[in-house]
């Protein structure tokens, strides 16, 4: 399903600390996975697992309860400790996250992204090493390699993915871009030729682009970037080979800068679901978001097609902007066996498909039956098989969380009028330190 070539850019992207590439074949083997309903090891005796998450609402919460069932399932004595905390992308939890481990007051378990995010809980030494439970679990084959390779440092391996999500997706509200006089159909190649679409919809009255608080526009910027430099140039920017201050960045900058003077003004004090709601509910024409937007727009029962339509980022056809949330055993977690349980069960086919059919993400799994997903998430298992990879900046897979933070920083300076273009392209080229 997967070739190393398309996940050599995020490979290289994050990896670039000298991380462990595991062997890029054998992917799709017949699951070994232990038997479901049988609890093994040590997760007999588990009595309690605190999961920390930040999904508290919508499609995440409903993604969540999937796994929730699973492990009354699977381990009806483990009772499930919600330790989640609102806020999309993590936007409280992480800091949230980060005293508690410093406190060494680690909850039992914790999603963290794979890619550089991870990293950086591994260079801590917050993660546990957590191979042997690959082996008894029967993971080993159940995961696309390169993927794994990103969870992997030095040989050992810190957590267990539950999905891929794409954070490069359009959403939209056919009957506002109707009403714009828009073909409803249509896609657009480029950003130009979607500001033509964007001037359309502004002047019918609606908001053209809905946007919420930083983070979400932090992921704007980056499938703007994706969008004008290409997959290439985008990856140049996480391994020092494209420069930060060169032209075809101060454009990308610039389209950045022309698509938030579509975007609602109130944005700051929203998150992503506020914003795509203002899609569902015909206030906004266009709103850009990962595809947890899928798991929302269902628990609203909405149908693709008619109530909203979706595309790649204008100019990211072919590329999908790739995240994976990962569950990890951190270091003295109170209930390691509850934990075990918990990964046993994220890691599990049941898992898995319970969990994304309600996310909107894809299975990590490459056994998953993609019959049983909606009709964004076939869309999302073709192009997952055929696109180029790249990692998603604002989600963890591209950038340690200090140069997220710092480009977070300076992307809400910039929107909120605190910095002009220049100074915004200086202190994301100093971002990476
Ligand atoms: C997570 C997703 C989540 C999204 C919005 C991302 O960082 O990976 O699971 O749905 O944030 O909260």
Not at 26 to 49: L, Y
Not at 73 to 84: E, H, I, R, S, W
Not at 138 to 148: I, S
């Amino acid at each position: 399903m997967y070739t190393p070539r398309r996940f050599a850019g995020v490979i290289a992207g994050v990896m670039a600390a000298g991380l462990a590439l595991t062997a890029c074949s054998g992917n799709g083997g017949s699951p070994t996975e232990s038997a479901s309903g049988t609890a093994s090891g040590s997760m007999g005796t588990a009595t309690e697992v605190e999961v920390f998450t930040w999904w508290t609402s919508g499609g995440e919460k409903a993604g969540l309860d999937g796994l929730v069932s699973v492990l009354a399932d699977k381990y009806p004595n483990v009772t499930f400790v919600n330790g989640a905390v609102a806020g999309g992308a993590g936007s409280a939890a992480k800091d949230l996250l980060q005293s508690r481990l410093q406190a060494n007051d680690p909850p039992d378990t914790f999603q963290a992204h794979a890619g550089a995010e991870l990293d950086d809980y591994i260079a801590a030494g917050q993660v546990q090493d957590i191979s042997d439970l690959y082996t008894e679990f029967g993971l080993t084959d159940v995961f696309p390699a390169d993927l794994l390779s990103l969870l992997t440092v030095d040989g050992a391996i810190y957590s267990v993915p539950a999905n891929i999500h794409r954070a490069n997706v359009v959403w939209a509200n056919p009957s506002v871009l109707e009403a714009a006089g828009l073909d409803s159909t249509a896609t657009y190649a480029t950003m130009s030729d979607w500001f033509t679409a964007l001037d359309a919809v502004q002047a019918s009255g609606q908001t053209a682009l809905s946007i919420a608080t930083t983070w979400t526009q932090v992921q704007l910027l980056e499938t703007v970037l994706i969008s004008d430099l290409g997959a290439d140039g985008y990856i140049g920017l996480w391994d020092g080979t494209t420069d930060w201050t060169g032209s075809d960045v101060t454009a990308a900058l610039e389209d950045f800068q022309k698509l938030m003077s579509y975007t609602n003004t109130d944005r700051d004090g929203l998150d992503w679901p506020d914003a795509l709601q203002m899609v569902v509910d015909g206030t906004a024409g266009f709103n850009v978001m990962g595809d947890w937007a899928a798991g929302e727009l269902d628990t609203q029962s909405l149908t693709a097609g008619t109530d909203y339509i979706y595309f790649p980022v204008p100019g990211t056809s072919g590329i999908f902007d790739f995240l994976s949330d990962s569950f990890t055993l951190p270091v003295g977690a109170p209930h390691p066996d509850g934990a075990k349980a918990w990964l046993d069960v994220v890691g599990s086919l049941e898992g898995q498909t319970a969990f994304n059919i309600a996310k909107g993400s894809i299975p990590a799994r490459t056994d998953a039956d993609p019959s049983l997903f909606n009709a964004y998430q076939q869309s999302a298992i073709k192009d997952f098989a055929s696109d180029t990879i790249v990692p998603s900046l604002a989600h963890g897979a591209a950038a340690p969380i200090a140069q997220l933070n710092a480009i977070s920083d300076a992307t809400s300076k910039f929107t909120s009028g605190g910095s002009d273009l220049a100074t915004f392209q200086t202190e994301l080229a100093a971002s990476a330190g």
